[in-house]
T-cell receptor, first 112, second 114 residues
Framework: GESVGLHLPTLSVQEGDNSIINCAYSNSASDYFIWYKQESGKGPQFIID?????DKRQGQRVTVLLNKTVKHLSLQIAATQPGDSAVYFC???????????FGKGITLSVRP | ETGVTQSPTHLIKTRGQQVTLRCSSQ?????VSWYQQALGQGPQFIFQYYREEENGRGNFPPRFSGLQFPNYSSELNVNALELDDSALYLC?????????????FGNGTRLTVT
């Protein structure tokens, strides 16, 4: 069946270092992937997305990499800041306007 | 640009009761989805509405129902509440006719069933 999972439940990084959050997905038919950040008491906040016809996309301080061969998605955060501390979710979608399937989330903790 | 807003922010209900949660979509968006997020878990898809019709549903029983109004706002109704319905209910909106457009979420309604 389809599933989206994250390799590690928690990640602790030093302020200023780069962070890499990894995600595995199993549905080879998924054609769209999204990363969300969720802070305590708030809804998921869109970070960056990528379509399956791309393998890399960059935003402000963030980069998403997609490896369809091994069904792997990663989020790289450059110069991690205390404000980046949150739970991060990857999500996949199969077909335009269909549902998002989320993983369980990984907690990013930034050490001062 | 107004984001997705949900009301109420918190709600406490008793088992067996009914509840209605409300959502106003982000301006310019014509599709609304509802998700249930249990503590420590990722959001789970309940259903999606487009042009006032349900056009996708997750693995939730019929006692979960919804509406989308002409102004693209939406309601989620849950009948015969059970203890396991306690969760954060998230509304998300997007623009369906723009290919793959990301969902934008509200801050949710925290429902506690006692």
């Amino acid at each position: 069946g389809e599933s989206v999972g994250l390799h590690l439940p928690t990640l602790s990084v030093q302020e200023g270092d780069n962070s890499i959050i990894n995600c595995a997905y199993s549905n080879s038919a998924s054609d769209y992937f999204i990363w969300y950040k969720q802070e305590s008491g708030k809804g998921p906040q869109f970070i960056i997305d990528i379509r399956s016809n791309m393998d890399k996309r960059q935003g402000q301080r963030v980069t998403v990499l997609l490896n369809k061969t091994v069904k792997h998605l990663s989020l790289q955060i450059a110069a991690t800041q205390p404000g980046d501390s949150a739970v991060y979710f990857c999500a996949e979608r199969t077909g335009a306007n269909s549902k998002l399937t989320f993983g369980k989330g990984i907690t990013l903790s930034v050490r001062p | 640009e107004t984001g997705v807003t949900q009301s109420p922010t918190h709600l406490i209900k008793t088992r067996g009761q009914q509840v209605t949660l409300r959502c106003s979509s982000q301006s310019g968006h014509n599709t609304v989805s509802w998700y249930q997020q249990a503590l420590g878990q990722g959001p789970q898809f309940i259903f999606q509405y487009y042009r006032e019709e349900e056009n996708g549903r997750g693995n939730f029983p019929p006692r979960f129902s919804g509406l989308q109004f002409p102004n693209y706002s939406s309601e989620l109704n849950v009948n015969a509440l059970e203890l396991d319905d306690s969760a954060l209910y998230l509304c998300a909106s997007s623009y369906a006719d723009r290919g793959s457009s990301p969902l934008h979420f509200g801050n949710g309604t925290r429902l506690t069933v006692t």
